[in-house]
């Protein structure tokens, strides 16, 4: 199907090219558009991750600090005294944990829980709460079990002091003896929880990106709508994040798609910034609208070089055009001009070289044309051969002198089959069958003329009888073995006539055992000079060889084998054409 349906070429070109740049612009846009979108959510995605690197960075800080914090309580020897049961002096433990208290604003509170049941923070030794069991504190736990190492918490409320639940992240390590080999307690610094709201909340990502913290559990340490998550309000790639390490992963959420930027503290906790891939581009109307105007105006600008263009391209085509519709007219007498050496030039020679070969086949149909009426003229001459007629009517004659009543009534016979086989009601071709019964009739007659002088047989398979062939085709043929081959041959002469199918070709062959000829004799009778040369029988070999060529291609004719006192053989070749089975023989052949 044509892409494009114009009344002219130019139209079709101009057009075609006005959709090729068209199709090229919106292609280059998007891929432009797509590359810039990219390149800001790659700029945005680094920044957001450096922003959380820098989050990252300041929350290990201030979590060291603490840490140091707590190895000033653990290197304590009143603390690690009072644990043991060495000193029961917890007044001056109190006293210097409200000292670390004094120092450090962020901390809620310091507090040293022993194994053996001792307690001391720096509120004193007496403010527990009562109903809350501290072993089963999850902090407790994860100190005791880690041997020293420090334990940081999510941030919740610490039940543990009377009338004071603050909201905290907790940090505890087990004291230990001495001796690193047993440990004594626990000890509990109290991050007041704003600490770290006040470090995540400064940070900026977008008008609704935001910072979070889940620890290596997936708890959550930190988030700006921590209620909504304990409401299952809202909802966090939470597993994905603490599966991914370091790096950055996108939600596929149409409008509501985010970026996920996760940071390892190296402590258990990560970090994770949020921000919204729609807030990432906030001058996509303006790029879109760039876009389409470029589109416009690159549409204008191929549609008026288009134009002019294929105006350019066509125009030697217009000339050819009126060259070609005065060849229509009949006037081959024409040449288009080649000024170029383009596609179009080459065209306009190969138009020249047309008009050239048209005008020489013209010469050639009329010449083909008078050797085809001067052939049939022939050809119905050797059907009607004044000389064959006076020589048969005349061995009438004298045989009905003779009384020879029977031989009469043969050849009359034979001489009328061999008239009405002639007739094929103006068709040049006829059923092969004719032809055999032509031919039959006709070597009856000789035979009778020649009487033991001839003698002939006829061997044609009956599949092809029905396939048609070119009318008076054998007859020249039998002629010339006749005159030229048995007439001068001492003793008897023999005439056979085979022929089959191979493949989609009828072989025909005509075989005498007569004098034969020699090789140069044997050329010239297929060369164009035949039709000239004296005492040639018949209408000639030549003849009938052009007569299948013009009929049935160059492909097909004749083809002759001889040797000098060996005999002839000629071989006729043509292609198979099938006849109706309508068609009945006109009559049945005569074998002898």
Do not use: C
Request: charged share 20%.
């Amino acid at each position: 199907m044509n892409l494009f349906r114009f009344r002219t070429i130019q139209s079709n070109i101009a057009a075609a090219l006005a959709f090729l740049i068209v199709i090229l612009t919106l292609v280059m846009g998007f891929i432009a558009y797509g590359l810039s979108t990219s390149a800001v959510q790659r700029t945005a995605q680094n920044f957001t991750a450096e922003l959380i690197k820098q989050v990252t960075s300041n929350i290990q800080i201030y979590v060291n600090n603490m840490e140091n914090i707590s190895l000033l309580a653990l290197n304590h020897r009143g603390v690690s005294g009072y644990l043991t049961g060495e000193s029961d002096d917890d007044a001056s433990v109190t006293d210097f944990l409200r000292t670390i208290m004094l120092s450090r604003k962020d901390i809620a509170s310091i507090g040293v829980f022993g194994y053996n049941g001792r307690f001391v923070s720096d509120r004193g030794s007496g403010n527990l709460n009562p109903y809350v069991s501290v072993p089963d504190q999850s902090w407790y736990r994860e100190a005791k079990e880690g041997r020293g190492k420090v334990f940081i918490s999510p941030s919740h409320v610490q039940p543990v002091f009377k009338e004071d639940y603050r909201w905290v992240v907790s940090l505890s390590r087990e004291i230990r003896s001495s001796d690193h080999t047993r440990g004594l307690g626990v000890l509990l610094v109290d991050l007041n929880f704003s600490v770290i709201n006040d470090i995540v909340n400064g940070i900026e990502l977008g008008k609704r990106g935001y910072v979070y913290i889940v620890d290596r559990s997936g708890r959550v340490v930190y988030h700006p709508q921590q209620q909504l998550l304990y409401s299952n309000l809202k909802s966090e790639k939470i597993d994905e994040a603490l599966a991914l390490g370091n790096g950055s992963f996108i939600t596929d959420e149409g409008s509501q798609s985010r970026i996920y930027t996760v940071q390892d503290s190296g402590f258990g906790w990560k970090i994770v910034g949020v921000s919204y891939v729609s807030e990432l581009v906030n001058n996509k109307g303006q790029m879109q609208a760039s876009f389409f105007t470029l589109g416009g105006i690159s549409l204008v600008v191929a549609l008026l070089l288009s134009f002019l263009l294929s105006r350019n391209l066509t125009r030697p085509i217009h000339q050819m055009q009126k060259r070609m519709s005065e060849v229509e007219k009949g006037n081959f007498d024409i040449q288009v001009p080649v000024d170029s050496t383009r596609e179009i030039g080459m065209l306009a020679r190969a138009f020249n070289l047309m008009v050239v070969r048209i005008r020489e086949l013209m010469a050639q149909v009329v010449k083909e044309q008078e050797f085809k009426r001067k052939s049939e003229l022939n050809a119905l001459q050797a059907q009607i051969n004044p000389h064959f007629l006076y020589n048969t009517l005349d061995s009438i004659v004298w045989m009905a002198e003779n009384d020879k009543s029977a031989e009469v009534v043969r050849m009359t016979s034979a001489l009328a089959r061999l008239f009405r086989s002639s007739i094929s009601k103006g068709s040049e071709l006829v059923p092969i069958r004719n032809e055999i019964e032509h031919i039959s009739n006709y070597l009856t007659i000789q035979k009778m003329r020649y009487r033991d002088k001839l003698d002939f047989r006829i061997d044609v398979d009956d599949a092809i009888k029905s396939s048609l062939t070119l009318k008076v085709l054998l007859q020249p043929l039998v002629e010339n073995a006749i005159y030229h081959g048995i007439k001068n041959k001492y003793g008897t002469g023999t005439i056979r006539i085979a022929g089959e199918r191979k493949g989609e070709t009828i072989v025909l062959r005509v075989s005498d055992n007569g004098v034969g000829m020699d090789e140069a004799t044997r050329k010239s009778l297929l060369s164009p000079a035949a039709d000239s040369r004296p005492g040639k029988g018949g209408v000639g070999m030549m003849n009938v060889h052009e007569r299948i060529r013009l009929y049935f291609g160059s492909a097909y004719g004749l083809s002759i084998d001889s040797e000098p006192d060996e005999g002839t053989t000629v071989t006729v070749t043509f292609p198979v054409i099938d006849k109706p089975a309508a068609a009945e023989p006109l009559g049945k052949e005569r074998e002898t």
